[in-house]
């Protein structure tokens, strides 16, 4: 298992990384740096996001599908990955996890255009993601089919676990209840959603990712204003750390960079393949609306509540005993500003955001699953074992879970790199045509397969 982390280190840091670095700085100059010129267009569209009728009465809107997609990536990551690019790449870390926010929202874009360009209708819904577009658009049976397995393995079933022991951990230190007693009630609270449906599982995140994130941004706002003064001391300090003539002759940089790429790109999910899933279920009137969302979804992620976290770790670390880690250190940092209310506060968000994540990741393998076959024995069983190993992670050691999460995702990300690279040119094409209605005028730009006769393909059934 050693040898596993080792390998699993190596590659993330010296492949990985500059892969989806490379892929982003791609993206960012060829879609003409779309996630900033286009920004007052997110917004716009934030507020306009009622379905638009195609499918049914019970389709899923434009925003229910960002809340989707933001409670995958506001997970536990938020609070407890953070901190661990701090503790071990130094406070330098944060600032390439902005840089790393900034580019990747151009991968988001892509990724996010494409599921929806490639989405196909099912009983009265829309369903798509990666599986679809590298079937449909590279016509790579073999691996649309090995995206299938990765997503279920990696998203559903590993990364479910280790939310969900992390919830069973901050909830032990804020109230003192067993974590066997959590993963009943995880257990329990699962098995009443994904049974549920997708509809179920939109309506929740739709309020829960919302609140939640409300909730902290205005207690982290408040610890800010709180040590106002500090602000510029906490701002020279990380980009010393990221920058610093010191630094550099120490080799801290390289270290603040690898770990901020990293977290960053664990925490936004970007070139990942797991937002796609959530921005093809949205009943919107042009591809490209779901990608200017799911890339301001990127924004929402590691702009605002990693910072949050951030601030509140960097106005507290100096006063932290030794050994705190993860959760524990952001529950400590917090509570040395505001009071041991801040252990209870911080565990009731862990678990918000930690089983919204485990619903939305369940929701991901089950698409993938319907991409294979739509039997319903099959999603049950699927639907069993995420409970079953939801509850598993709670009260287990997740090292060798955590090695294997990370094993697997290098092959997800390779492939669905590989896909955006091959299948760029059509959002090319669809960003052209977006932005040749809003210069003619029209509010809300409409798009038919018509229009490019490069998209007027059979695979396109929605358009």
């Known amino acids: 298992m050693e040898n596993l982390v080792v390998l699993n280190d190596f590659i993330w840091n010296y492949i990985m990384v500059a892969l989806m670095v490379g ?13 900033f010129s286009m920004f007052p267009e997110m917004l716009r569209l934030m507020g306009k996001s009622s379905p638009a009728g195609t499918v049914s009465k019970r389709s899923v809107s434009s925003f229910e599908a960002l809340m989707l997609s933001l409670a995958s990536r506001v997970g536990v990551g938020n609070l407890a990955g953070v901190t661990l690019a701090i503790t071990v790449g ?86 003192g209840i067993d974590r066997y007693i959590s993963a009943l009630l995880i257990g329990a609270l699962m098995f009443a959603v994904v049974f549920g449906g997708v509809r179920r599982i939109v309506k929740i995140t739709g309020v829960l990712v919302p609140v939640m994130a409300l909730a902290y941004i205005f207690v982290a706002i408040y610890v800010i204003v709180s040590n106002i003064d ?71 992620d590691t702009i605002l509540i990693c910072s949050c976290t951030a601030f509140i770790i960097l106005l507290s670390v100096a006063d932290a005993p030794s050994g705190l880690t993860g959760i ?48 319903r024995f099959i999603i049950s069983g699927f639907r ?48 052209d045509n977006y932005k040749a209605q809003r210069r003619n005028g029209v509010k809300k730009p409409v798009f038919n397969k018509k229009h490019i006769p490069e998209l007027d393909k059979p695979e396109i059934e929605c358009w």
């Open 23 to 35: 892929s982003a700085l791609w993206f960012t100059f060829r879609l003409r740096f779309v996630q």
């Open 90 to 175: 130094g406070p330098g870390s944060i600032f390439w996890m902005w840089v790393m926010a900034l580019l990747n929202a151009a991968t988001a874009f892509v990724e996010a255009t494409l599921a929806q360009l490639y989405k196909v209708r099912s009983k009265g819904l829309f369903i798509g993601g990666p599986a679809y577009y590298i079937d449909r658009g590279l016509k790579s049976r073999w691996m649309a089919v090995a995206v299938v397995f990765l997503t279920v393995v990696t998203f559903s079933y590993t990364f479910c676990s280790v939310q969900s022991n992390t919830i069973a951990i901050s909830v032990d230190k804020a109230f």
């Open 230 to 300: 500090r602000i510029p001391e906490v701002l020279s300090f990380v980009m010393d750390n990221a920058f610093g003539i010191r630094q550099i002759a120490g080799g801290s940089v390289g270290a603040a960079f690898m770990q901020g790429a990293k977290r960053g790109l664990f925490s936004n999910e970007a070139g990942m393949g797991a937002a796609p899933n959530a921005a093809a279920t949205a009943d919107v009137p042009h591809p490209v609306n779901q990608g200017l969302l799911q890339a301001l979804g990127v924004f929402i």
């Open 328 to 375: 524990e250190m952001t529950q400590f940092a917090l509570s040395s500003s505001t009071g041991l209310w801040a252990y209870q506060f911080i565990a009731v968000i862990v678990f918000f955001f930690g089983f919204s994540t485990c619903i939305s990741n369940t929701y991901y393998g089950e698409s993938n699953i319907k991409f294979l076959s739509d039997n």
């Open 384 to 431: 069993i074992v995420a409970v079953l190993l939801v509850m598993a992670g709670a009260v287990i050691p997740l090292e060798i879970i955590w090695s294997l999460a990370d094993f697997f995702l290098i092959f997800i990300v390779f492939i669905n790199l590989i896909s955006l690279m091959g299948l760029g040119k059509y959002v090319f094409m669809l960003l």
